[in-house]
């Protein structure tokens, strides 16, 4: 603990960082209890601008934008830490699996070629067109294409960790493979998995917003930053700030994350700086 | 040189097998009955049975793959489903404002990115290097709808420099259909560029640390040639290589700005089909999105020969 708060002073930057997520969270959970309904409609405040009654303005129903954004909220940081924990699991399953058994490997790594040569959000419009919207199906067909990417990477890892005298070692003293894997191999590829998982997070609230936008992602109903911004786009000349706070949040959020994933990544490991992503 | 090639081109076959094997399997993998999902919600039940008949979903599954696969490799996509027209031919329509979206992005990116990429890592920790790495960041974080919305506001809605939405075709002049992709390739170029500046500075840093860099500078050249001469050219191996890798995330953003934009390209077809549940055509599109993204990544292997004599085939 002590060791943690001296690393968080010495690297302000990821300090901040945490801080904007943690509130973001915070403000994620207490969404519910502190605002208006996000749904309730009002016909007679339709696209009122900023101001004393409504802080961010209303949409084209009377809907209370600054409820609706920091509704929207959590929507971005549900997908975006599901798809990150659903990425890591299935990513470091087949990268563990590909960097010790080799024919799991060739055929493994042609499956992962194949997926990265279609566009990610090519593949996850086409998930979500067929699943249907729910928020599950956001997650599985936002994570489909960010699988091969850290599977590869905690690959590479493997392949160099392997070659380690201390995995010799153990493999002497008769360590069995399912030990070896999470003992020995597995905590030492856990630097560059976290940093790619940050990416990974980031580019989550991305694509999810791409999907709603695209009308391909939450169901229309829930109020999520690319729902709003695909019903602000109708207006952006009467009431630009329909789509401009899910858009500021949104870049926000993302944006905070990337930087901490930055900040993380030359702290873990100085050599990977520009190499990943 | 040729053996290379040929070799090559023949190892780009089990990837798009893998791909069209994937498209086909993207379709089996619905819950429920396929013919029922891309009815749609109205559909009567002949309208179901003749869609099964169409995508010969009746058959046994391996059938339908083998059907497939050799219909791909004739070069026959299929018929759409709501505007019954060959798939192929739907492509030839609507493919030319996307190959200038994604050109004109190309080449704004280049323009752009190198030379801030390499202005950074020259003036390494000044507030330049902060400066390009700040819109770097920002780049990559910033959704292709959000800077599409703001550009939009700023220069078509306030200013009115540039059209709101719509393409001028190449055959009303060069100049008018430039002028009505500007805005969406800016777009579009926000997020490539900045990945771009991010790759040549970090690679350009590791050169620039060489020795011959320094014989360069102490036997009394000018920066400019040895940045670009000596420098620039042998970092270039990592920059085309995320060029290559970059065209996924560009083929992607064109599907959102050709929405934004509301330009009559691929993205547009991409995005139409899909919400309509026009199966084959998702189906071609994403085997071509695909096939251009291996491709473009064979012709950045093949670069490499121009940039470092060291690899030999």
Same mark, same amino acid.
């Given at each position: 603990?002590?060791? +943690?708060?001296?690393?968080?002073?010495?690297?302000?930057? &990821?300090?901040?960082?945490?801080?904007? &997520?943690? @509130?973001?969270?915070?403000?994620?959970? $207490?969404?519910? *209890?502190?605002?208006? %309904?996000?749904?309730?409609?009002?016909?007679? *405040?339709?696209?009122?601008?900023?101001?004393?009654?409504?802080? =961010? +303005?209303? %949409?084209?129903? !009377?809907?209370?934008?600054?409820?609706?954004?920091?509704?929207?909220?959590?929507?971005?940081?549900? @997908? +975006? &830490?599901?798809?990150?924990?659903?990425?890591?699991?299935? !990513?470091?399953?087949?990268?563990?699996?590909?960097?010790?058994?080799?024919?799991? %490997?060739?055929?493994?790594?042609?499956?992962?070629?194949?997926?990265? $040569?279609?566009?990610?959000?090519?593949?996850?419009?086409?998930?979500?067109?067929? =699943?249907?919207?729910?928020?599950?199906?956001?997650?599985?067909?936002?994570? &489909?294409?960010?699988?091969?990417?850290?599977?590869?990477?905690?690959?590479?890892? @493997?392949?160099?960790?392997?070659?380690?005298?201390?995995? %010799?070692?153990?493999? /002497?003293?008769?360590?069995?493979?399912?030990?070896?894997?999470?003992?020995?191999?597995?905590?030492? /590829?856990?630097?560059?998995?976290?940093?790619?998982? /940050?990416?990974?997070?980031?580019?989550?609230?991305?694509?999810?917003?791409?999907?709603?936008?695209?009308?391909?992602?939450?169901?229309?109903?829930?109020?999520?930053?690319?729902?709003?911004?695909?019903?602000?786009?109708? *207006?952006?000349?009467?009431?630009?700030?329909?789509?401009? =706070?899910?858009?500021?949040?949104?870049? =926000?959020?993302?944006?905070? @994350?990337?930087v901490v994933g930055d900040a993380m990544r030359d702290v873990l490991d100085p050599r990977l700086a520009g190499k990943l992503k | 040189m040729t053996g290379y090639l040929a070799r090559r081109l023949l190892a780009t076959i089990p990837v798009l097998g893998l791909v069209a094997v994937f498209v086909f399997l993207l379709l089996q993998m619905t819950p429920g009955d396929p013919a029922v999902v891309i009815a749609g919600d109205y559909a009567t039940t002949q309208q179901i049975e003749a869609i099964r008949q169409q995508l010969g979903l009746d058959r046994p599954m391996l059938e339908q793959l083998m059907s497939w696969l050799g219909r791909i490799m004739q070069g026959d996509l299929g018929h759409s489903i709501f505007s019954r027209l060959p798939v192929s031919s739907l492509i030839a329509q609507r493919i030319e404002p996307t190959l200038v979206l994604t050109l004109f992005t190309v080449v704004l990116s280049i323009a752009f990115a190198l030379p801030l990429g390499v202005l950074a890592a020259y003036r390494a920790g000044s507030w330049v290097d902060r400066a390009v790495m700040g819109f770097a960041v920002l780049g990559f974080s910033t959704p292709v709808f959000v800077v599409g919305f703001l550009l939009v506001y700023v220069f078509a809605l306030g200013l009115e420099w540039f059209p709101t939405q719509g393409y001028v075709p190449l055959a009303d002049g060069l100049f008018g259909c430039l002028r009505s992709l500007t805005l969406p390739a800016v777009t579009l170029a926000l997020l490539y560029a900045a990945l771009l500046a991010r790759v040549t500075r970090a690679s350009m840093l590791e050169v620039l640390a060489e020795d011959y860099v320094r014989t360069a500078h102490a036997k009394g050249l000018a920066p400019q040639p040895v940045l670009i001469g000596h420098a620039l050219k042998n970092a270039a191996v990592p920059i085309v290589t995320v060029i290559g890798v970059g065209i996924a995330a560009l083929l992607g953003g064109v599907v959102v700005t050709e929405t934004v934009f509301n330009i009559p390209g691929l993205g547009r077809l991409t995005a139409d089909a899909i919400m309509r549940r026009d199966y084959p055509v998702v189906q071609g599109l994403i085997l071509l999105f695909a096939a251009v993204y291996v491709f473009v990544n064979l012709l950045v292997d093949l670069s490499y020969l121009l940039f470092d004599p060291r690899i030999r085939l």
């Open positions: 603990m002590a060791k +943690g708060l001296r690393f968080l002073r010495r690297h302000p930057v &990821i300090l901040f960082g945490l801080v904007v &997520i943690l @509130v973001a969270v915070a403000v994620a959970l $207490a969404a519910p *209890y502190l605002l208006p %309904d996000p749904k309730a409609i009002n016909p007679i *405040y339709r696209l009122r601008p900023p101001g004393e009654a409504f802080w =961010f +303005g209303t %949409d084209h129903l !009377g809907r209370s934008i600054l409820s609706r954004s920091l509704h929207g909220t959590r929507v971005s940081l549900a @997908v +975006g &830490i599901m798809v990150a924990v659903v990425v890591i699991i299935a !990513g470091v399953t087949v990268g563990l699996l590909s960097g010790f058994l080799r024919r799991f %490997d060739s055929l493994m790594m042609r499956v992962m070629d194949g997926i990265m $040569a279609i566009p990610g959000v090519l593949l996850a419009i086409a998930l979500m067109s067929l =699943f249907g919207s729910s928020l599950q199906n956001v997650v599985i067909a936002i994570s &489909i294409p960010e699988i091969p990417r850290m599977a590869r990477l905690v690959r590479s890892a @493997v392949l160099s960790i392997r070659e380690q005298p201390y995995i %010799d070692a153990a493999v /002497t003293n008769g360590t069995r493979l399912p030990r070896l894997l999470f003992c020995h191999v597995l905590p030492n /590829t856990m630097a560059p998995v976290l940093v790619q998982a /940050t990416y990974v997070f980031a580019s989550a609230m991305i694509l999810e917003a791409v999907l709603s936008f695209l009308g391909a992602g939450t169901p229309p109903e829930v109020a999520s930053w690319g729902n709003m911004m695909a019903e602000g786009r109708q *207006y952006l000349q009467r009431a630009p700030w329909m789509a401009a =706070f899910p858009g500021v949040f949104l870049a =926000f959020l993302v944006l905070t @994350v990337n | -």
